[in-house]
């Protein structure tokens, strides 16, 4: 079993491995602006030395701290758990901390804000609109049997590892909007709640603690819903935690469509499981 | 409740800023082979469309008799005619194929199912089974081209 997954990963990891591009220092060629003062775009070069294992958030920082310390950056862990850092690295949707400049050919990098999201200065842009939508989505397991706030003892469901591997994988989504950033059907429907959104529905609807899945279904069934996917499969190219939202869209329309039925069986609370 | 958040804060917030818009279809190539497929299903999609026009405009000509039908058809006859009947049998052909493939996949069928996902991450729904649907596709659409055009150019 672990040889077998030791393979699968070796597998994949000869698939991903990217060519490496040694330097000793790289231009990067920032988009700045400050769309609130009405400054049209512009584009910076600013010559930074990298490592081997220097990321293209790491180059920005070098940048900000030693050469022009106006550029604006939005990031924090440094290491892809908080979904700050997104951005256009050489037109593509990435996280900066999960870049390394030496994945990148050429001699200089382009680093643009994210598209789909309302630009605000440098490389920063508005995320209210995409964590509406998610928000949209309700993202809280809902079960009218569970109702903790009124319980004075709390108990907690019982599910199995394949209930949890239905729904673990979307689950680990970040809300970095890389996905949002990459989707043709964001680019043109602001209405369009977008992959990220669209495969959390998926994420509780499946949830076997969850028993809203008709209240579920009817929020993505709308004219700007879940139809106005077609599976270009571009979030799932550039979602860089493997969330694959791709998956948990079309899944979540075969069940709309009838292709799948929703026969979970509803959790049970440990507490009344106890009683029996 | 369960409604869309209109004419709230989402309406306030429309804000096109931003926005790829069509320009985003452009380009196809920075993201795999599946959204080459996605921007050729919605060009052929297009295109067919068009064709479908332009043979209802072709075919009602018969209404005006023989003559007007012939000289119709002669129009087809042309190099030119036959070129534009070559991308319709590729556009067709392409558009057929790619879209039992995404007829299934809409359907949540062929993706693969969600499980729990190792470093480095590989979409399970961009896996082989759909990139062999795209290059069948292509293929088909290559093919159907070819012979399409040792028939409509052989005698030239
Ligand atoms: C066997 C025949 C056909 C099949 C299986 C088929 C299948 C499909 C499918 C599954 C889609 C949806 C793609 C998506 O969700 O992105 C689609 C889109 C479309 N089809 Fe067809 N189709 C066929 C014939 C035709 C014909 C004859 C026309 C034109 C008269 C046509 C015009 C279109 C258009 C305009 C679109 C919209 C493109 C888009 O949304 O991206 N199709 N087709
Ligand atoms: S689905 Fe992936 S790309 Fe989209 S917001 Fe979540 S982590 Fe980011
Ligand atoms: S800084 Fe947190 S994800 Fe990049």
Same mark, same amino acid.
Request: with cysteine; glycine share 8%.
């Given at each position: ?57 790491? /180059? ?8 022009? !310390? ?17 951005? %256009?690295?050489?037109?593509? !949707?990435?996280? /900066? ?31 209210? +609109?995409?964590?509406?939508?998610? @928000? ?5 397991? +809902?079960?009218?049997? /569970? ?5 004075? %003892? ?6 199995? !590892? ?19 950033? /990459? ?44 139809? @106005? ?10 979602? !860089? ?8 869209? +079309? ?18 609370? +440990? ?6 | ?41 919605? #060009?052929?999609?297009?295109? #067919? ?25 002669? #129009? ?9 009947? #070559? ?70």
């Amino acid at each position: 079993m672990t040889e077998q997954i030791i393979e699968k990963i070796e597998k994949i990891e000869k698939k991903h491995e990217k060519k490496e591009t040694l330097r000793d220092s790289i231009v990067l060629k920032v988009y700045r602006a400050n769309r609130l003062a009405g400054e049209p775009g512009r584009y910076d070069s600013v010559e930074v030395p990298v490592q081997r294992w220097t990321t293209v958030l790491d /180059a920005l920082l070098h940048a900000k701290a030693y050469k022009d !310390p106006s550029i604006a950056i939005r990031y924090s862990c440094r290491m892809a758990s908080c979904g700050s850092c997104g951005m %256009k690295i050489n037109g593509i !949707p990435r996280l /900066a901390c999960y870049t390394k400049v030496s994945e990148m050919e050429g001699s200089t990098i382009t680093i643009e804000p994210l598209a789909n999201f309302p630009h605000l200065r440098d490389l920063v842009t508005d995320f209210s +609109q995409f964590f509406l939508h998610h @928000r949209n989505m309700q993202p809280y397991v +809902q079960n009218e049997h /569970a109702d903790i706030k009124d319980r004075e %003892k709390l108990s907690e469901f019982v599910q199995k !590892p394949e209930d949890l591997d239905r729904f673990l994988q979307f689950s680990y989504c970040i809300k970095c909007g890389l996905c949002y950033s /990459a989707c043709p059907t964001v680019a043109t429907d602001t209405k369009f709640p977008g992959p990220q959104a669209l495969s959390q529905a998926y994420r509780y609807f499946i949830d076997n603690r969850d028993s809203a899945g008709k209240g579920r279904t009817n929020i993505v069934d709308d004219k700007h819903g879940i139809w @106005r996917c077609h599976f270009a499969g571009s979030c799932s190219s550039v979602c !860089p935690k493997g969330v694959d939202p791709a998956l948990g869209i +079309q899944l979540l329309r075969g069940h709309l469509l009838g292709f799948s039925k929703n026969e979970k069986k509803i959790a049970d609370l +440990q507490e009344r499981l106890n009683k029996n | 409740m369960l409604q869309w958040r209109e004419n709230t804060e989402m309406e306030k917030m429309s804000d096109r800023n931003n926005r790829e818009g069509i320009k985003g279809w452009l380009n196809p190539g920075r993201f795999g082979w599946e959204r080459v497929a996605y921007w050729l299903q919605r #060009l052929t999609g297009v295109g #067919l469309l068009a064709y479908f026009v332009g043979h209802i405009y072709e075919t009602s000509s018969l209404t005006q008799g023989p003559d007007a039908w012939t000289a119709m058809l002669e #129009l087809t006859q042309t190099p030119m005619g036959h070129l534009i009947l #070559l991308l319709v049998i590729g556009m067709s052909t392409y558009h057929s194929a790619n879209g039992i493939r995404l007829i299934f996949t809409h359907g949540g069928k062929g993706l693969g199912k969600p499980g729990r996902p190792d470093y480095p991450y590989d979409a399970a729904s961009l896996n082989y089974r759909q990139k062999s649907g795209i290059w069948i596709a292509l293929i088909l659409a290559a093919a159907a081209m070819l012979y399409g055009a040792s028939v409509l150019f052989r005698g030239n």
